[in-house]
């Protein structure tokens, strides 16, 4: 049971490079999130995903895209990547249920814009 | 104001103390209560949940729910070297909110 995967664990693009994130989760879980963490911020939440073919934005959603495949994948995507937007990013999922409300995270993706 | 607000750290505390890490929320809405432990390079795990007012303890750990102080907190009794990590205060109302997280260091 591999819980909620990411890849890739560690990326460098130059200013303007394009790339996706992917996350799958193998729990059968509704709900999928993008968080990002930056030192002293916490988490903060990009994009979420109630239900397959469904997704909102989260707190800081700007210059990111995601998309919801299916319900075990959950993409995020940066356009044209900043450097601004150098931090570690973590895929999280929940079950959507009375009385099941723990959010499952992946391990993370490091990005590093330069 | 943050919406989640968390004790300022770093926080450090000898071996076989009690930790106490603290929170505050704004929506007074919210309905479900977390704290995560990270440790360094690594994701959040969740260790304590609390959803109605009071005190709920797990093992070493108790979680403390004032709802009409938006208030949560955690007490780590017995506190180890290996419970040092971020503790992240999470709060759900519409959607999950973190605090900062508060930096424990547990000395030998």
């Known amino acids: 049971n591999a819980g909620v995967t990411q890849t890739p664990k560690f990326q460098v693009l130059k200013t303007g490079q394009s790339m996706t994130l992917q996350c799958a989760q193998d729990m059968n879980h509704n709900s999928m999130y993008w968080y990002r963490q930056d030192p002293g911020m916490g988490l903060r939440l990009i994009y979420y995903?109630?239900?397959?073919?469904?997704?909102d934005k989260g707190e800081v959603p700007n210059g990111y895209n995601v998309s919801r495949l299916n319900k075990r994948e959950f993409s995020l995507r940066l356009e044209s990547a900043a450097p601004s937007q150098t931090s570690v990013y973590f895929c999280?999922?929940?079950?959507?249920?009375?009385?099941?409300?723990?959010?499952?995270f992946g391990e993370g993706s490091w990005l590093t814009v330069v | 104001q943050k919406e989640v607000e968390q004790n300022s750290g770093p926080l450090s505390v000898p071996e076989g103390a009690i930790a106490s890490l603290n929170c505050t929320y704004s929506?007074?809405?919210?309905?479900?209560f977390f704290w995560y432990r990270q440790y360094s390079g690594k994701s959040p795990e969740l260790i304590m949940s609390i959803y109605s007012n009071g005190d709920k303890e797990d093992g070493r750990f108790t979680a403390q729910l004032n709802k009409a102080s938006q208030y949560v907190s955690l007490l780590i009794r017995d506190s180890q070297p290996s419970d040092s990590a971020t503790y992240l205060c999470?709060?759900?109302?519409?959607?999950?909110?973190f605090g900062s997280g508060t930096q424990l260091t547990v000395l030998p």
């Open positions: 929506d007074r809405g919210s309905q479900s």
């Open positions: 999470a709060v759900r109302a519409r959607q999950l909110t």
């Open positions: 999280a999922s929940r079950k959507e249920s009375v009385g099941e409300n723990t959010i499952y």
């Open positions: 995903s109630a239900s397959e073919g469904t997704t």
